[in-house]
């Protein structure tokens, strides 16, 4: 049964970091897009970052020089590396999982119905 399960969320000051984490089990991690997503109530879930099966990367334009994704396939951990947090990063973060390897060319301008598997989430906070 494949599963995600995120950590390493917590609450900072505006300037701080955070890495978050995702551990995949229960299918190929380095054969999927992996992606994480965020969102606040009573908006969409948006994109963030993603990485795909060959190691690019792609980053939503408000995150970019700020969060880093990463993925060690070994450990099928997926990062999130958030440095200079801003009060509007607060939100929960979620990962994801996609089969199509299309979703991570695509990145961010995808839907959720891309991805096959979800986490539960973890929340960030950032305080001014």
């Known amino acids: 049964q494949a599963r995600l399960v995120e950590s390493g969320g917590g609450s900072v000051q505006a300037g701080g970091s955070l890495r978050l984490s995702c551990k995949a089990s229960?299918?190929?991690?380095?054969?999927?897009?992996i992606a994480w997503f965020r969102q606040v109530p009573r908006e969409e879930r948006e994109g963030v970052a993603a990485?795909?099966?060959?190691?690019?990367?792609s980053l939503a334009d408000s995150v970019k020089g700020r969060f880093t994704i990463s993925q060690d396939n070994a450990r099928n951990t997926l990062y999130l590396q958030m440095n200079n947090l801003k009060p509007d990063d607060t939100s929960m973060y979620y990962c994801?999982?996609?089969?199509?390897?299309?979703?991570?060319?695509?990145?961010?301008?995808?839907?959720?119905?891309?991805?096959?598997?979800w986490g539960q989430g973890t929340r960030v906070t950032v305080s001014s």
């Open positions: 994801a999982a996609a089969s199509d390897p299309s979703s991570c060319r695509r990145f961010p301008r995808v839907a959720m119905i891309d991805f096959d598997y």
């Open positions: 229960g299918f190929t991690f380095s054969y999927y897009c």
């Open positions: 990485i795909g099966t060959d190691g690019t990367s």
